[in-house]
């Protein structure tokens, strides 16, 4: 939110990607060829695994089987354009990397309080902490779940932190040929070449 210049909300924004955006850890990211402004963004992902609607905050961790690396790809140009909402921009084919692997909760120390990176061609642009999150999981996984069933297998992505393309002075967008690896402290890498 600071890196934007915007109010941080009082409320999460959900945005939805489709299955077809899912790829593996060192799967290829195919740069559409309707955008111009394709962006980066490292993120914890908690994959659910017990069901559960209008979950309550202190039980939404029960929810959890566990936690991933997630790329949240993006098309800036079109998270911005057709009524500002973000579907679009957010859902091409193969937006979406995730892994390396599913950790379980109990593997994880303190899932707020993880290092967390993002590089392109080896240059770090994302350095940060899960501590640093606008809305822990609990309180996350409660939201969503006000409005719609949770399923095991279900993921959340949680947020990125400061350093995506889009907002760098002047902007910078992947292209084909870039490499992009998205680390998470205790969870392990993901690396994606962009064709």
Do not use: Y
Not at 5 to 30: L, M, N, R, T
Not at 92 to 118: M, Q, S, W, Y
Not at 128 to 142: D, M, N
């Amino acid at each position: 939110c600071l890196e934007q210049d915007v109010k941080i909300p009082k409320e999460p924004i959900i945005f939805s990607k489709f299955p077809s955006a899912i790829i593996g850890p060192f799967d290829d990211i195919v740069h559409p060829e309707e955008s111009s402004e394709v962006d980066w963004e490292v993120e914890l992902a908690a994959v659910i695994g017990k069901k559960g609607r209008h979950i309550e905050e202190s039980s939404a961790l029960d929810h959890v089987v566990g936690f991933t690396v997630a790329n949240d790809v993006s098309a800036r140009d079109w998270q911005m354009r057709n009524g500002r909402q973000w579907l679009l921009g957010k859902t091409f084919d193969t937006f979406c990397p995730l892994g390396p692997a599913i950790v379980t909760k109990e593997a994880v120390a303190d899932v707020h309080n993880l290092g967390i990176r993002c590089s392109v061609n080896g240059r770090l642009m994302q350095d940060s902490s899960t501590s640093q999150l606008i809305f822990p999981l609990p309180k996350l996984i409660a939201w969503v779940s006000r409005f719609v069933t949770l399923v095991p297998g279900d993921i959340l992505l949680t947020g990125t932190p400061p350093g995506v393309g889009g907002f760098q002075k002047p902007p910078v967008f992947l292209k084909r040929g870039d490499e992009v690896r998205c680390e998470i402290e205790e969870l392990g890498a993901i690396c994606n070449k962009v064709v």
